[in-house]
C-alpha cells in the first residue's frame, strides 16, 4: 500500500501532471505551426494523453508542456469549447498574424470562445 502511495505522489509532483498547459509545434514542407492550449476544466491525464498529443498525418509533431503558455501569441481563443463535449480552454496562437482572419471567426462562433489580442 506504501509503494502505490508514493508511485501516486510521484505521478502527481511529476512536470508533466501538473503541467496545465502544452505548446504544439507541428512542421511540414510548407507548414510550421505553433500553438499552446491552457487546460481550463479538462480533466489532467485526458488532456495531457488526448489534447496534448495531436495525430497530424505527414507532420513533424513536438510537444511540451509548460505551466502556462508563453507570451508572444497573435491571438487567443479564450474558454473555448472542445466540440460535443463540456471541456473548456485557451488557446494561444503563435506565428503568422494574417491567420487571425479566420481563426477568429472560428474561435467565436464553432468553439464558443471570446477573440483576445494580447
Known amino acids: 500500500m506504501r509503494l502505490i502511495g508514493l508511485s501516486l505522489l510521484l505521478a502527481l509532483v511529476s512536470g508533466e501532471a501538473l503541467a496545465q498547459a502544452c505548446v504544439v509545434h507541428s512542421q511540414a ?34 510537444v511540451r508542456y509548460v505551466d502556462q503558455c508563453p507570451s508572444g501569441a497573435f491571438g487567443i481563443c479564450s474558454n473555448a469549447q472542445v466540440a460535443n463535449m463540456p471541456y473548456r480552454q485557451d488557446i494561444h496562437y503563435y506565428g ?4 487571425a482572419a479566420y481563426l477568429q471567426p472560428y474561435c467565436e462562433t464553432r468553439s464558443q470562445g471570446t477573440w483576445l489580442k494580447p
Open 29 to 62: 514542407e510548407r507548414l510550421d505551426v505553433q500553438v499552446c492550449q491552457q487546460n481550463r476544466n479538462i480533466p489532467p491525464k485526458l488532456f495531457a494523453d488526448g489534447f496534448c498529443q495531436p495525430e497530424l498525418a505527414g507532420q513533424k509533431v513536438e
Open 96 to 99: 503568422v498574424a494574417t491567420d
